[in-house]
Nanobody, 121 residues
Framework: QVQLVESGGGLVQPGGSLRLSCAAS????????MGWYRQAPGKQRELVAT???????NYADSVKGRFIISRDNAKNTVSLEMNSLKPEDTAVYYC???????????????WGQGTQVTVSS
């Protein structure tokens, strides 16, 4: 069984910083792209950032220059460093990883349970 567990959410003032982490555990053969999505109340879930196994990154325009995604392939973890946070960054943040559990299975997306980030004074 595979689990993705996020940590690091919380309440922060505008202009502040937070670091989210996500660890994948269980029967994992390989992990491809990992990333973060977020969903604000009343809005659709949206892409925040992704990172391929080789390190290539992709960011939503709204977070470019403020957020940094990174991963540790040896530990099966992905992190999101969030700086210069704005009230509009308030959302539940979800970790996602495309992973295979065996050598003969395809990679498909697994999601974490989400962690709340609230940016407010």
């Amino acid at each position: 069984q595979v689990q993705l567990v996020e940590s690091g959410g919380g309440l922060v003032q505008p202009g502040g910083s937070l670091r989210l982490s996500c660890a994948a555990s269980g029967s994992i053969f390989s992990i491809g792209t990992m990333g973060w999505y977020r969903q604000a109340p009343g809005k659709q879930r949206e892409l925040v950032a992704t990172i391929r196994s080789g390190g290539t990154t992709n960011y939503a325009d709204s977070v470019k220059g403020r957020f940094i995604i990174s991963r540790d392939n040896a530990k099966n973890t992905v992190s999101l460093e969030m700086n210069s946070l704005k009230p509009e960054d308030t959302a539940v943040y979800y970790c996602v990883a495309a992973l295979a559990t065996t050598a003969w299975s395809n990679q498909y997306d697994r999601w974490g349970q989400g962690t709340q980030v609230t940016v407010s004074s």
